[in-house]
């Protein structure tokens, strides 16, 4: 296969293809030409890249390193068949032939001996010189090195050869030396294993030195006989060799496994042993977390375990390695068998065994030798042999399922597979693998294809089929999944009745005997809702019967039997509970006969009948005992157990502690309590009398051909009552629900301390309190203090406030914060001011006794202190309170006056000055201490030496020693102000001092040099000026001149969010912070597939149709944010373009601003820049933590050379603790095509060198056999890092290239099911560590969010409830928008339980569509547990623009209808507890089966009232208040509509808005959301769900759906709109419209307006949101012109006609086909239902041709009779004219035109004949028009379900141009209002500013949007006439 492949190969991805023209294109590209190879020359790759190297010291070189790569790209494939490889060879040619004429000029030696200079000067000058390397970067570049000279080596060897030339012995000897070297330095990912780098600071840890001197201990392992010995060899390498894995896979699992044990036994101990030694504890913990699942599956399936322990001591940990590596090396070479966890164990179960019997030295009783493996020793073995099989039978099953597209019930998906090893029949698959087994069988369509083969065909029959369960597309599955709850409320339903229809109707009327009696019959209905869950059961498991286990059988039937004779025993022994027994007892007792009548029968036989319940219910009460007996593997237990459920792997064990079952059970309880009784008193107790009473009305007139005139007690208008309030009650739980959890939510919130920091103000405060809390939260704790508990401890929280900045507590919180604020103006949150203004001194100040706020809580404060001061007039009382009550003024006024102090002393020099000042100072603070310095000093000049001192320390800021005299001068000036003005007492020392008194003492004049100048000795300019010093001046200049508040800063709204919140979240409950050392560590993955990683200037600059491109559109909505970079940049917007790395910031901006993967990276980084600066604080002495790491960062160079500075240790902590894989699944294609994504990831790569990018690579090998041009396809997963950047002659250009660090060969293509779980599980296997998150290309992270990460893992190590957590749920903040809620994306999952349980997601075809939350309901299911945590959130990018979001809500709609028929539901519906499993329903799929029944309740409410309006019966009963006045249906529908306008649904994030920002901001937000149509939006996605999550249960045709990352600033065309939206809005709108004209047409003569308005207000506005809300929300929606564009595209669009190869978006044919696709795959089942649906449209016809003018005093059978000949003959008439248009337009055409006019006068003489002869009216054409449209369009609907036999008959054709004409008719119904709309400019100007005032990205004002263009546009005409 591919046994040939260099160092450095580079392949592509796995789907898209290059194309010819981009291979060819790119290979002039210089330094990218190395990577654009074809996949079938990877090879060749290593060479191009050395030729690249060298080309700038020696072209000849570089030139023959090309040609040498051109020979052996011919002989890798000689014939060109590799895609590509033509044109590749061909361009490779045309530059040899330029490059060889240029490098031959001034040649003089012959190639042989400039390849011999050239390899000896490489060798001398590279390879030596860092043969002494230290540090990593040095490492990293000898590894290249040394690939660099064995690729020389083999160029050199080849043009030797070429002139026969022999190549001398010296060049030999170092080639030697190279091989060797090559062999051990290869690119490593973390730890550098090799034995030159054990001076690696990573490498130095004593976990790190444990856990591989363990691995290294192989004393007494039997090695094979030819094994060749290597250094270092472990026991990783004994495994490959007895088992054959691959190299790359034992590479990755080492450092894997290394890294594992390493962190788990630092934690063991704390304090680490001078002698390292791998602590067995932490080997036991590895070990049981990883084996829990397989012990489990034993014990299951009742089997020993493989995991035998020798009994001498020594020896044991040498095992357990052997048993972990073994299993790890099994599962990162597994591939797609990694989503089987327990396929994964059968084979592990018996490698481990083989495992045992090696080292045990058994003999084999089949052959009689030593055992060894069954699929032993080879290269490569284990992947051909064990995975490939099973592998290939994933691939079949997918291929079979044609894309998710067939049934489910067809083809086994990854559950099925797996789940064929929870049964103990699973051995018969036999080790080694039987190929016979039914396993391996294919149903018998296959047998054709096997056939073909050599093999003997396997027998269809023998095809598992589905195992344990179905997934059948049936709206049943909701009642089969949650029956308790379906029955619960259908008894509560039937017993309300009851007690509302007999008696009284109060509830009291309960114990009335009669009433109890009738309520007692519930239990009839109770037996026969278990009768149809047993026929449930059998028929939707029918297709699993082959594999079901005979006691599951043997269970169904048993239950279905038991059902069927409680549905017998039931009625009758309540038929004879009955003394006078009612009409249903009376007509049971007369079939078997009236005995005397006996209740306690009844009561017994309920008795009998509950007694499972009650054992339940008390199993319910202590869940202890029901997870014991759950848990239990014991046949006595297991049987016990079998009747309440069948015993099944998963599912077992789930219930939760008695504390939170308590909680959850009080919750439910109080909902249903409120429910039932609204429901009773509200809806059906008042709708009892008036239908009683319609009962008694006799009606025999009717309006139409009624076919049962004689029915009794009106029962049609009842049903057409009743329906919506019964609808209604089964949906209202919804509504309960939703305002039930936002007062507990609320309730909880509130106690978990959300939103007490809420706003800036209530942030300052507190402020005092912050380094506190960061101390406490964030740093490590040296001693632990007891935790304060109970409800004081809840309520307050108080952190230990600290004194002074001396202290580490301080200096650690500077760090800390001033981190936190540096990554605000990194990211242009805040400008430099502002940044400023909330540092901290990154320096602690040895002069400053105090605490020193950051500026923005000091700023003014000075010159106000000054301010009072000065007007003070020595009354100090006053003054004092002021400061008193302002603790910031009186912390500013101190640290002024110490910093003032440290200044003057640091600048003068002069002993006499010195003295001088000293008193002073010493006066001054003797006055302070005794309390009356306002008192003794004048402070009425302090102002003057207020502007002194701000003078002094602007000449300091500038230290320019030319201002040297003026300095004295303000020093002087200084003296004498304090001396003469403030101080009023004569200082003895100034008296003595020159300047003081001496005058006139001596005569005559005094030489200059001798004379004494006061402040002469100055330190002026300062020396030295440390960073310190500058901080110290630039905080005291803003002290001091800062006069304006700093109340808004920082001004940015994100910026002001950030801080809030984070500030807040450390008041929150969260674990203690552990030392990074000792802390979980973790990887976080990405999945990226072709989004864009980092914008382009000319994306950027691209103007849309309105010249607004995304730069601009970004400046306008983040204006202070552009301002903010401008300033950081340094730079004017005109010069952006000026330089590339302007342009590169420009891109980089704007890209952060978007949902690129630049951002997300960005985000995730900043992780490992937390755990940095942690470990510093962890790590630094005192000394180091006083200079700040700001010291060491910027020390990084020479740090980094020396592996024991602190910087290096720092940064291998890193390295231990966090890694970050991005799965760039096509980064190899992209990478050979030239294309830009992979230029950008690899900048990312070379941005952050910590950065991983794993991708699936698709390699094409030719065949040997050149007879045949046959290309293999081999697959890898690849992990690449950025290669070292650095080159030691720095006259070479700098190469950014990557470099393979592992190669793992795949069993064939990696996507076999849905695309990004795919993606994620090749990545997974290079992640690392304990924890692991998932986070989306659309997601953000913050800096001060990373530094929380190290407390949340800590929360794996606690117990919630009755088990810790497997997955840690976190917030997310929605950064595209303002509304914001919890999502599964971010989540943090125990890395090592789900890598043995199938993975972070599931992966199966369309049935997984949803994968994230399989995840959740799998960690569910096998007793994880799911938390959530409030105090740590990440970024989230969603959709924006309303195609987007409905785009994303048809996904999710999607997602949740093939939720809803998965086994996962089914299992956790019917293994959660009654309360539990309502949970899960309310807030998974039943959200959107609600919101289903929200929208049915409308068209039944309309259907029963178009029955009784054209039925007569609404007349006949206008008078009866029943009908008019109906009070609880306009309750129902008034619920309904609160759902439908979303009113309810915005409850709870009122709740959290309220919470987190106050319910002031919460109210107004409501309210702007109102004004921004937020309820149109609402009703607009209530259609959008209800649609595809129906047309899912029934049909299928769920798919992913590619919402797109960009922003919205474009128009989406007419037919865009059209053809998203026309099924699943349009054609449902103008149905209900027509359904609310019929109704006011023919019920207006006897029925008020008010009344009507009242009853369909809120469905009117549910029809104009559907038929309109695309318009409105589309942008520049109403502009006339766009108009006019629109409908000549749309004329265009359904003009178009169809074929292979046209697009859905170029033809309304190929469109109308695709849409109706999914029919095609739907079952008969579904075709059924849709043609029953179908017929409702005919009721139209039906009611409506009775109601004409011309048949009014007719009712007989034969007017329907006419309408359809009518409808016939119409249709006949259309087509015979489509078959003249074909048959004669082209040579008959005036016959045909005459036939055309002569058809159409018959018309007209039809229409007068019928208007003047029986009178018909215009009313009456209007009533025909409603009538028979509806019906056309059912037989539409009725032809597409009946696809197949319409072909047949010839008639498609005639259906297709049926329904272009009914298009054209929506199309028009749509588009006229809107044109209409667009002829008033005010209409697009509201729009305008509607959509894009805040209503889809915040801020963005479009009125400055267009004032600016148009000035744009404007000058720019103005300089085109200049």
Known sequence: MASRRGPDQQPPGPQRRIMRTQTAGNIGEAMLDSEVVPSSLVEIAPILRVANEVEARNPRVAYLCRFYAFEKAHRLDPTSSGRGVRQFKTALLQRLERENETTLVGKQKSDAREMQNFYRLYYEQYIKKLQSAADKADRAQLTKAYQTAAVLFEVLKAVNLSESVEVSDEILEAHTEVAEKTQIYVPYNILPLDPDSANQAIMKYPEIQASVSALRNIRGLPWPKNHEKKVNEDILDWLQAMFGFQRDNVANQREHLILLLANVHIRQLPKPDQQPKLDDRALTEVMKKLFKNYTKWCKFLGRKRSLWLPTIQQEVQQRKLLYMGLYLLIWGEAANLRFMPECLCYIYHHMAFELYGMLAGNVSPMTGEFIKPAYGGEDEAFLRKVVTPIYETIAKEARRSKGGKYKHSDWRNYDDLNEYFWSVDCFKLGWPMRADADFFSQPPEKLQVDKSEDRKPITGDRWTGKINFVEIRSFWHIFRSFDRMWSFFILCLQAMIIIAWNGNGDLSSISEGDTFKKVLSIFITAAILKLAQAVLDIMLSWKARRMMSYHVKLRYILKAISAAVWVIVMPVTYAYSWKNP?????????????????????????????????????????????????????????????????????????????????????????????????????????????????????????????????????????????????????????????????????????????????????????????????????????????????????????????????????????????????????????????????????????????????????????????????????????????????????????????????????????????????????????????????????????????????????????????????????????????????????????????????????????????????????????????????????????????????????SNLEARRRISFFSNSLFMDMPAAPKVRNMLSYSVLTPYYTEAVLFSINALELENEDGVSILFYLQKIFPDEWTNFLERVNSSEEELRGTGELQEELRLWASYRGQTLTKTVRGMMYYRKALELQAFLDMAKDKDLMKGYKDVESNIEEDSKNERSLWAQCQAIADMKFTYVVSCQQYGIHKRSGDARAKDILRLMTTYPSLRVAYIDEVEVTSNDKSKKTIQKVYYSVLVKAASPKSIDSSNPVQNLDEVIYKIKLPGPAILGEGKPENQNHAIIFTRGEGLQTIDMNQDNYMEEAFKMRNLLEEFLKTHGVRPPTILGLREHIFTGRVRFHYGHPDVFDRLFHLTRGGVSKASKIINLSEDIFAGFNSTLREGNVTHHEYIQVGKGRDVGLNQISMFEAKIANGNGEQTISRDIYRLGHRFDFFRMLSCYFTTTGFYFSTLITVLIVYIFLYGRLYLVLSGLEEGLSNHPAIRDNKPLQVALASQSFVQIGLLMALPMMMEIGLERGFRNALIDFILMQLQLAPVFFTFSLGTRTHYYGRTLLHGGAEYRSTGRGFVVFHAKFADNYRLYSRSHFVKGIELMILLLVYHIFGHSYRGVVAYVFITISIWFMVGTWLFAPFLFNPSGFEWQKILDDWTDWNKWISNRGGIGVLPEKSWESWWDKEHDHLRYSGMRGRITEIVLSVRFFIYQYGLVYHLNITKNTQNFLVYGASWVVILLILFVMKAVSVGRRRFSANFQLVFRMIKGLIFITFIAILITLIAVPGMTFRDIIVCILAFMPTGWGMLLIAQACKPVVVRAGLWSSVKTLARGYEIVMGLLLFIPVAFLAWFPFVSEFQTRMLFNQAFSRGLQISRILGGQRKDRADHTSRNKE
């Open 582 to 1050: 009612p009409g249903f007892a009376q007509t049971i007792r007369s079939w078997f006969g009236n005995g005397s009548s006996s209740p306690s029968l009844f009561i017994l036989a309920v008795f009998i009948y509950l007694s499972p319940n009650i054992l339940n219910v008390l199993l319910f009460l202590f869940p202890i005992v029901r997870r014991y007996l759950e848990r239990s593997n014991y046949k006595i237990v297991t049987l016990m157990m079998w009747w309440s459920q069948p015993r099944l792997y998963v599912g077992r064990g789930m219930h939760e502690s008695s504390v939170s079952l308590f909680k959850y059970t009080m919750f439910w309880v109080l909902l249903i309590v409120a429910k039932l009784a609204f429901s009773f008193y509200i809806e059906i107790k008042p709708l009892v009398v008036p239908t009683k009473e319609i009962m008694e009305v006799p009606i025999h007139t009717f309006k139409w051909h009624e076919f049962f005139p004689r029915a009794k007690n009106n029962i049609g208008v009842v049903v057409a009552l009743w329906a919506p309030i019964i609808l209604v009650y089964f949906m209202d739980t919804q509504i309960w629900y939703a305002i039930f959890s936002t007062i507990f939510g609320g309730i909880y919130g509130a106690f978990r301390r959300l939103g007490e920091i809420r706003t800036l103000e209530m942030l300052r405060s507190r402020f005092q309190s912050l380094p506190g809390a960061f101390n406490d939260r964030l740093i490590p704790k040296t001693e632990d203090k007891p935790k304060k508990k109970g409800l004081k401890a809840t309520l307050s929280r108080k952190f230990d406030e600290i004194p002074s900045n001396k202290g580490k507590e301080a200096a650690r919180f500077a760090q800390l914060w001033n981190k936190i604020i540096t990554s605000f103006r990194e990211e242009d949150l805040i400008s430099n001011r502002e940044r400023n203004l909330l540092l901290v001194p990154y320096w602690a100040d040895p002069d400053l006794d105090l605490i020193q706020w950051p500026p923005f809580l000091l700023a003014s404060k000075i010159p106000i202190a000054v301010d009072m001061a000065k007007d003070c007039n020595r009354k100090d009382r006053e003054l004092k309170k002021k400061l008193d009550a302002d603790n910031y003024m009186k912390c500013a006024v101190r640290e002024c006056y110490a910093s003032c102090k440290s200044i003057i002393n640091n600048l003068v020099q002069g002993d006499r000055e010195k003295v001088v000042i000293n008193d002073i100072f010493t006066k001054v603070d003797e006055h302070i201490e005794k309390d009356d310095l306002i008192k003794e000093l004048n402070m009425s000049d302090l102002p003057s030496l207020y502007e002194q001192f701000v003078e002094l320390i602007e000449c300091l800021s500038r230290n320019n020693k030319d201002e040297k005299d003026r300095v004295v001068i303000i020093l002087l000036n200084m003296l004498e102000v304090m001396t003469r003005d403030i101080m009023e007492d004569p200082l003895p020392s100034l008296l003595d001092s020159n300047h003081g008194g001496s005058y006139g003492k001596h005569e005559g004049m005094t030489p200059l040099d001798q004379q004494y100048q006061y402040f002469g000795a100055l330190n002026f300019p300062v020396q030295p000026e440390t960073e310190a010093w500058k901080e110290k001046i630039r905080r005291l200049s803003l002290l001091l001149t800062v006069k304006e508040s700093a109340m808004d800063v920082p």
